[in-house]
């Protein structure tokens, strides 16, 4: 069974930047598409950023295009996420998550719902 790690949250200033790491165990990540999910009190888990399984479609929302970044590194098989420009809107606890039901060059940012591993999560906090 998959498993999932995240790390790399902290506590930072506006303006400073975090590398989260989504550190997969049970099987190899690359096969599976990843996306990131942001948490906040009374929201629903929403994806901030997704990667297909090929690596082919990194997809972002539009409140981080230009900040953020994922990427895989397979030889240690994580999913990073790259958050630059932080700010305090940028708050909450992120998930990482993966499926494998998809596949080829239709991969768009899923659902919460439609995921089928989860890790723990790691806080964000980004103050003033």
């Known amino acids: 069974q998959l498993q999932l790690e995240e790390s790399g949250g902290g506590v930072v200033q506006s303006g400073e930047s975090l590398r989260l790491s989504c550190a997969a165990s049970?099987?190899?990540?690359?096969?599976?598409?990843v996306a990131w999910f942001r948490h906040v009190p009374g929201k629903v888990r929403q994806v901030v950023s997704c990667?297909?399984?090929?690596?082919?479609?990194?997809l972002y929302v539009d409140s981080v295009k230009g900040r953020f970044k994922i990427s895989r590194d397979n030889a240690k098989n994580t999913v990073f996420l790259e958050m630059n420009s932080l700010g305090p809107e940028d708050t909450g606890v992120y998930y990482c998550?993966?499926?494998?039901?998809?596949?080829?060059?239709?991969?768009?940012?899923?659902?919460?719902?439609?995921?089928?591993?989860w890790g723990k999560g790691t806080l964000v906090t980004v103050s003033s």
């Open positions: 049970g099987a190899t990540l690359d096969s599976y598409n």
């Open positions: 998550a993966a499926e494998s039901y998809y596949s080829g060059k239709n991969y768009r940012c899923p659902d919460y719902y439609t995921m089928e591993y």
């Open positions: 990667i297909s399984m090929s690596d082919d479609s990194p």
